[in-house]
């Protein structure tokens, strides 16, 4: 099991050591930025216990996929679940949780954007249709 500062820079080091508590990690694509939220990841869980504690979120799913195959690396096992999410699955699963209290039905689909397109075509089809 590597040590979570393994291959850092002075400012990775310094933002994965960075006190309990929130951090926003910015940088440009190849800077490092998933590095950093990993490792911090990861020395969050270890010093904390449980691995599901923490989560990381990433801008896409490949870059989610990515952080979780660097933290099965980081964090030692047994580990409940690595709460790893893009901004999209972290709704989902939010709304999942408590669709009841959302006033949703629990076994909702969500619509993908060339749905989301044909409902509103549809929809103004019918309001079109409505007014003449």
């Known amino acids: ?7 850092l820079t002075r400012a990775q080091r310094a933002a994965v050591s960075h006190p309990d508590g929130p951090l926003l990690i910015t940088g440009e694509a190849g800077s490092g930025r998933t590095t950093v939220l990993a490792h911090r990841h990861a020395r969050l869980a270890m010093a904390g216990g449980a691995a599901s504690r923490v989560l990381s979120i990433a801008s896409t799913q490949p870059a ?25 699955s972290l709704c989902l699963e939010l709304l999942r949780n408590e669709a009841a209290e959302a006033g949703l039905d629990p076994d909702f689909v969500p ?22």
Do not use: Q
Request: no cysteine; glycine share 6%; charged share 25%.
């Open 1 to 7: 099991m590597p040590d979570v500062a393994d291959g």
């Open 64 to 88: 989610a996929a990515a952080m979780r195959a660097r933290l099965i690396e980081l964090v030692r096992p047994p580990y409940d679940e690595l709460r790893v999410h893009t901004f999209g």
């Open 111 to 132: 619509v993908a954007p060339a749905e989301r397109v044909a409902l509103l075509l549809e929809s103004l089809g019918r309001l079109t249709l409505r007014h003449h």
